[in-house]
């Protein structure tokens, strides 16, 4: 079965009762995980984006603790797991704030690591890479927020 393009799915939503609508999101979210994470994200957490961050912050400090820090491949390992569930959440907001935000809380607790992420050339890569995106993320914010997350770069770059 070949899907149709996103025109003509939301041409043929919009057709649909109410009713029918309900029913096809809520089969949407049976399917798989993502789905019902995006919708309780819609539905629950959207019309309040700053405990959304505070619970994703927690949930990245917890799996942070919880690292194995024996040797750089298994920080390597976790951080890419954490960095991972956070875009994800990122995607889910679709607001630019939050993805510096959560972003620049991610470079902080890494570089709070120990054994320091400077031993190993891949999480310091790591490192660069996501504070590089939070920069590209930061020009589409307002000015007063740009001075304010600049200083944390700033901080995070020495």
Known sequence: MESQNLKTIKDELSHLSQKQLIEI?????RFKKEN????????????????FVFMIKNEMDENFRNIN?????YIRKSCRKILTQTKKHIRYSK??????????????NMKEIKPSIKTS???????????????????KLHEDL???????????EN
Do not use: G, P, W
């Open 69 to 73: 820090t024996k040797t750089s491949y």
């Open 25 to 29: 999101v809520l089969r949407l979210s």
């Open 95 to 108: 607001v630019k704030e939050t993805e510096v935000r959560l972003l620049l809380h991610f470079c902080e």
């Open 146 to 156: 740009q001075y304010d997350y600049n200083i944390i770069i700033e901080q995070l």
């Open 121 to 139: 050339t891949r999480l310091q890569n790591m490192f660069n890479t996501q504070l590089t995106m939070a920069k590209k993320a930061l020009s």
């Open 36 to 51: 019902k994470e995006l919708l309780s994200y819609e539905l629950f957490e959207a019309q309040d984006e700053d405990n």
